[in-house]
């Protein structure tokens, strides 16, 4: 097992709460990444980082926004949380070289009502 | 760009049976191949990767991959299937092209093991 950490593994909150993902990882790796996965199994970059203070947004747009002031530290926040946010959130992250693997925190299922 | 493909949402086998599950992939110079395993409410876990050498390559579980340049392949194939092999698995290919570097994930394709 990867030592990445993702918590709460489960929420279910109210529409127009404000919401912090936390994702932690032991490893000093220096890229880290979030994913949503939509119910039909489907994987989508949202955000990554390269490193401390650097932040960049992915494929999939996203109203979620993400900091990295810790290399071991890549929360991501949602201000007002929708329905529409409802999936699962999947941090991971990876060393520096291309063939390096990419491990995957346990996952965050997020159900807004 | 790169891409992954998985040609099969769903694949069902018998325990005992060998399973296969397909992976093809387009990219411009060598890729770099990784297979992940997904079990229900959990993240996605590495089984195994091709960067360079032997076609074949061994992961965990007893799963391995074949490496096939000319057909742009990567199958994901086991002898001998069990139930708890249940689960959904990905193919993915490593991404270079729109200024960083980034994994390209295939749709999934789900195994079902039956008794």
């Known amino acids: 097992e990867a030592d990445i950490y993702q918590t709460p593994r489960y929420l279910v909150i109210g529409t127009g709460k404000k919401i912090t993902l936390e994702c932690s990882q032991t490893m000093g790796h220096d890229k880290m990444y979030w994913y949503q996965q939509d119910p039909g199994m489907e994987l989508h970059l949202i955000h990554y980082s390269y490193g401390v203070n650097s932040t960049e947004k992915g494929d999939l747009s996203s109203e979620s926004t993400v900091s990295r002031i810790r290399t071991e530290h890549f929360p991501l926040t949602l201000e007002s949380a929708r329905p529409s946010h409802t999936s699962q959130y999947l941090c991971?992250?990876?060393?520096?070289?291309?063939?390096?693997?990419?491990?995957f925190g346990p996952g965050t299922r997020l159900t807004v009502l | 760009a790169q891409s992954v493909a998985q040609p099969e949402d769903q694949v069902n086998v018998a325990e005992g049976n060998p399973l296969t599950v397909k992976c093809t992939y387009s990219?411009?110079?060598?890729?770099?191949l990784f297979w992940y395993v997904q079990y229900p409410n959990r993240g996605l876990q590495f089984l195994l990767k091709y960067i360079t050498g032997d076609n074949l390559v061994k992961g965990s579980y007893g799963f391995e991959a074949e490496f096939n340049k000319s057909q742009t392949s990567f199958h994901l194939k086991k002898p001998s299937a069990l139930v708890s092999d249940s689960a959904l698995y990905f193919c993915a290919v490593r991404d270079w092209t729109g200024g960083y570097n980034k994994l390209i994930f295939g749709a999934g394709t789900r195994l079902a093991v039956h008794p």
């Open positions: 991971a992250s990876r060393r520096t070289g291309p063939a390096d693997t990419q491990y």
């Open positions: 990219v411009s110079g060598n890729p770099y």
